[in-house]
């Protein structure tokens, strides 16, 4: 499907600038990921998770090294199948994975159910909690007649692991029924994970912290199966460069949450879920010794392939293709984006040529902390810029070189801007 021209503007536009991807129009410009997506999907997604089984996938990429794009492609295949995903990206600052009830906030908070329209897609109205109560209850109110058939109804809610949990979401239902917005409010406020004044006139006696967060956790994802979505998808993602568990005092407690994430996809009280973590460097959790890292590496040895769906590391650098390939490619599909962004008629073996030389260009950098498939986005993005000012300039290495350079600078520039901006 050929994306509008202002849809493929704004992601050339956010490549270019970054190398990150948005969260739409991916299809345009992803190359090597259809095999382990359609694994995800064929013995997954389509299958055993819907039977309500669950599982858990380690994402290993560099950074930049595609595993937000990764997982924007599984988020995307999982809407097709109709499951409701949250995407949050940790960081050590804001939601550290030795956190879990500051994880289980944001995971809450960025619930999205399958988008209807690309503009649903890109509205932060649509996603969180309030809103998958608001669109349980109309469709509900559509089956059922009257205030006794929704009560009734309610009355034969069960399976929901914590008792405080089932009855915020049959109050906040009933508090839409009855149009009360500000007792809807504080109900959808607890759900979230913020605390309230008087509970107990709801007859709710939990409150998230610490030691319930993983509770509210089997709860959020028994609901979502309650409510008619065929199960809960996770995505986690160390999306900054220093792993959000790393080097703290709090490092044995992260890595046994997530140890505590795996072995719950064991178990039935954990229905229908499946959970990626992504992570830029797997040493960074398993280089080191003691019974918390030993029993990690226990659980997550064995590498994913279409020949392996079962194994638990997906490793985005072992995808099948040559790199140098991968990113031809890759460039080949940012080329046909931009003439289609700009209206304009670039020639085939222009865009061709300069992804060649910015490829190898690119992989020889590999080394680098920065991915090299970033550093060749934004560096292709701005190679086509000029491309378009002068079709006649051909693209040699020299200046290849000093572009990739330029781009790198820029990427670390950014970084440290970033990074400065955080109060630590």
């Known amino acids: 499907m050929t994306l509008k021209p202002e849809v493929a503007k704004a992601i050339i536009l956010r490549l270019g600038e970054s190398g990150t991807p948005p969260e739409f129009g991916l299809d ?31 994402i290993i990429g560099s950074y930049g090294g595609g595993k937000t794009h990764f997982l924007y492609c599984v988020r995307n295949l999982a809407w097709q199948c109709r499951y409701v995903v949250s995407y949050v990206s940790l960081s050590p600052v804001e939601c550290p994975f ?45 089956k059922l007649e009257g205030r006794e058939e929704k009560e009734e109804f309610l009355r ?53 912290d610490q030691h ?39 490092e044995k407690r992260a890595l046994d949450n997530l140890r505590q994430f795996i072995d719950e996809c064991g178990n039935s009280r ?28 226990q659980r997550l040895e064995g ?30 599909k940012l080329g046909r984006l931009y003439r289609n962004a700009y209206g304009i008629d670039m020639k085939d073996h222009a865009i061709k040529r300069t992804a060649q030389v910015l490829a190898d260009v690119c992989y020889k950098e590999r080394y680098g902390d920065i991915g090299y498939r970033r550093v060749f986005v934004k560096t292709f993005i701005q190679a086509l ?22 781009s790198i600078k820029s990427i670390e520039d950014e970084e440290i801007q970033k990074s400065n901006s955080q109060e630590y």
């Open 28 to 58: 345009s410009f992803t190359v090597g990921l259809e095999p382990y997506l359609s694994v995800l999907e064929n013995e997954y997604l389509d299958s055993v998770i819907k039977m309500g089984m669950s599982t858990f996938k380690l």
């Open 98 to 142: 030795d956190r879990l009830d500051l994880v289980y906030k944001r995971v809450v908070q960025n619930l999205a159910y399958p988008p209807s329209s690309f503009e649903s897609l890109v509205s932060p109205a649509d996603k969180g909690i309030e809103s998958l109560l608001r669109t349980w209850y109309a469709d509900i109110s559509t």
């Open 156 to 208: 034969g809610i069960s399976g929901i692991e914590s008792q405080s949990f089932l009855v915020g979401v049959k109050r906040g239902f009933l508090a839409l029924e009855e149009e009360n917005d500000e007792e809807f409010s504080e109900i959808s406020r607890w759900l979230l994970g913020e605390r309230i004044e008087d509970l107990h006139k709801f007859g709710i006696t939990e409150v998230l």
């Open 212 to 250: 319930t967060a993983f509770r509210f956790i089997r709860s959020l994802v028994q609901f979502m199966r309650i409510i008619g979505y065929p199960g809960t998808v996770l995505l986690f993602d160390e999306a900054e460069r220093a792993i959000s568990i790393a080097g703290s005092r709090a």
């Open 270 to 297: 954990f229905p229908s879920t499946m959970v990626h973590y992504a992570i830029p460097d797997v040493y960074q959790l398993l280089d080191k010794s003691g019974g918390v890292y030993e029993a990690l590496k």
């Open 303 to 332: 590498m994913f392939s279409t020949v392996n769906p079962s194994g638990v590391r997906i490793d985005l650098e072992q995808i099948g293709m040559d790199p140098t390939i991968f990113l031809r490619k890759i460039g080949e």
């Open 385 to 406: 810029y000029s491309l378009r000012q002068n079709p006649q300039k051909i693209l040699d290495e020299k200046i290849a070189e000093a572009l990739v350079r330029g």
